[in-house]
């Protein structure tokens, strides 16, 4: 069997669930490989996925024997194959993060559940450990975002506008990888002050700061990075705040490592900025993976500690509204000693 399959059915017994209805679409990718519409269900005795006569075929051609998925057209079954299909079956589980309360009734009723029960995120928390090809996809994807800066920052000048250069951003990703992993952020002068900035018609000028936030997909994959950097030069008075952001991102790398709580991390962050008269507005980083926002989060309110292998973010950033704002984001894989940077563009004043 599929031995993500094969370890979600041992992680059931040990819960006592003895049927579980997957209906998150990157939960079920993550499990099956399957991009196609549709629910994945684990009964007593069977994997049963169904969806609709559009994605059928496709579905066929990504699933072997191995993975022991027994696939339905939604449009061949009955009220009573839905009622057999969790029959003497007393607990089941469900995405409650993911499932509305108008699902949640909807598959009381059409399964004939005797007790539907949460899974408190069974399948994300087994998503925080990255294999060693879902780590390569990763780091592709982060190579590539290291590549894209490089080209980004010789296409910049005077005169382009934030748009423009998200455009060329995009442009450059839709060659190699499945494309955005995100909203790109392209953020100049004043803009800057705002974390999710969306890109605007500002022209870039002469001495202004710039912030870049990005990334792509690479076998459905992200990477995530940002970078803060000048044209012409520095003000004194920004680099002031520059150097602060940048001391702490670095001393996060170093802190970085299996065993190390997440919130000790965050709330260092937040000590450093505070003696220095400025806040952590935002979470210091998070998990990536097929989302570019899964667990664990990192932030002074998270219970989470690092463990070998979990792919996070180091994002310290500090926000002066109407003036400035300066961000550093590196994606890093953990390791048992430390941790490595997937991510390496230049961090250490960039003037163009």
């Known amino acids: 069997m599929n031995p993500k399959l094969q370890w979600l059915r041992n992680k059931m017994s040990s819960s006592d669930l003895e049927g579980l209805i997957i209906s998150n679409p990157t939960n079920i990718k993550y499990l099956t490989n399957l991009d196609a519409e549709g629910i994945l269900l684990l009964t007593r005795k069977e994997n049963i996925f169904i969806t609709d006569g559009r994605y059928i075929e496709q579905v066929h051609s990504v699933l072997t024997l191995f993975d022991e998925i027994i696939v339905y057209n939604i449009r061949d079954i009955s009220q009573q194959d839905y009622e057999n299909f ?40 087994q998503r925080m450990i990255k294999d060693e090809d879902e780590i390569s996809n990763i780091k592709k994807a982060c190579e590539i975002t290291d590549n894209c800066f490089s080209h980004i920052l010789d296409y910049i000048e005077p005169g382009k506008t934030e748009k423009e250069v998200a455009n060329e951003i995009e442009k450059y990703y839709k060659l190699g990888t499945d494309g955005i992993s995100f909203d790109t952020i392209v953020a ?110 990192i932030n002074s309110k998270s219970d989470t500690f690092l463990k070998e292998n979990m792919v996070v973010t180091n994002e310290p950033g500090i926000y002066l509204p109407g003036k400035f704002g300066i961000r550093i984001e590196d994606t890093v894989q953990i390791t048992k000693f430390g941790c490595i940077s997937l991510t390496n563009s230049e961090k250490n004043y960039i003037i163009i």
């Open 188 to 297: 100049s002068g004043e803009n800057t002050s705002m974390p999710h900035a969306v890109p605007t018609d500002r022209k870039i000028q002469e001495q202004d700061i710039i912030t870049i936030d990005m990334g792509c997909k690479v076998n459905g994959y992200c990477s995530d990075m940002t970078r803060t950097f000048f044209v012409g030069g520095i003000p004194e008075t920004i680099k002031k705040v520059y150097d602060l952001v940048l001391k702490n991102q670095n001393q996060v790398l170093q802190q970085m490592k299996d065993g190390v709580s997440t919130r000790m991390l965050a709330k260092m962050v937040e000590n450093d900025f505070k003696l220095n008269g400025f806040d952590l507005i935002h979470g210091l980083g998070h998990g990536v993976g097929m989302e570019i926002h899964e667990q664990p989060y």
């Open 86 to 125: 969790f029959m003497y079956c007393e607990n089941v589980g469900f995405e409650e993060d993911y499932v509305t309360y108008a699902q949640y009734k909807e598959y009381i009723r059409k399964y004939k559940i005797n007790h539907l029960v949460e899974t408190e995120n069974v399948i994300e928390k």
